[in-house]
């Protein structure tokens, strides 16, 4: 606001003194305006409001205006995702995790082979179905997710093994050991026949070959080891079979508490501290008591 001391009518002049050129409206006014483009870069204005009086008397202010540049937009952040082995017919919960830094809405396009069945590749999960192969077969998978500007794509490879043949039913009659087994020393104490949670027992482990590190073993071989029997994925050797071992499947049907290094699919339920969660998608090392891949699916009657 501007007034004048002994009360004498004042005039208004708005002038620009430097930046980018505009037309000022009004500049005869108290309140002028302009208009401006829209800039890729920041831009300083500066503007002259000279006020006089009716005896030519005057004082003036410089103004200071800046148009800013929008804020670029920032593309979505991706996580790799890691190689997987299946079997074919096995069905896998693939997840992409991807966030936005300007808080965008994300769309997922997931874009999977002719042959391999898939469900929900409009979004951040996707369910495939391994195909029937007669030879380990490599698929590469990918998911493109946008926030309606920009986009990034991540892949996955995914790995296809032919479906093992059954395992073969050992002779309940037959109780000599099999040549090439290892008998226990003498100082191993027997397991139980179920043994507990965190250290699980199968009974029928000791009706298989012991696993030896210098043997090799083919895909669909079995094995037995710590008290559970494994069975080979593909061509091994000197792999201890364990939870975690790629090349390495756990065969026993037994209850165990949920392991850090152990991979579960989506669907696949675990114990954790007396209580049944189940995955939503693939986890490994997530802890089901403070990660939302797991849901609480109530108290476990099996392990406490």
Known sequence: ?????DGDAIT?????????????????????TFNVAAATSDQTMVFRLTVTDAKGLSNAIDIQVVNKAPKANQAPVLNPMEAITLESGETYALHAQAADPDGDALTYAWSVPADMHATGS????????????????TYTLSVVVSDGKTSVQSNVQVTVNPKAAPAPVPDDEDTNP????TPPADDVTPPS???????????????YAAWESSKIYNGGDTVSFDHLVWKA?????????????????????VKMNWRSDLVYNGGDTTTY???VYRAKWWTRGDNP????VWVKEGASTDCK
Do not use: R
């Open 1 to 5: 606001a501007s007034s004048d001391p």
């Open 12 to 32: 208004y002049k708005w002038t620009q003194v430097s930046g980018p050129s505009v037309t000022i409206t009004n500049s005869t006014k108290a309140k002028a």
């Open 122 to 137: 409009d979004s951040a999960n996707v369910n495939i179905t391994a195909p029937e192969v007669s030879s380990t077969s």
């Open 178 to 181: 099999a040549d090439d087994v």
């Open 193 to 207: 026949d179920k043994g507990s949670c965190d250290a699980p027992v199968d009974a029928n482990a000791s009706k």
């Open 233 to 253: 994925k593909y061509w091994t050797q000197g792999n201890q079979p364990g939870f975690g071992v790629d090349a390495w499947e756990l065969v026993s049907n």
């Open 273 to 275: 501290e007396g209580n």
């Open 289 to 292: 008591a403070n990660s939302d």
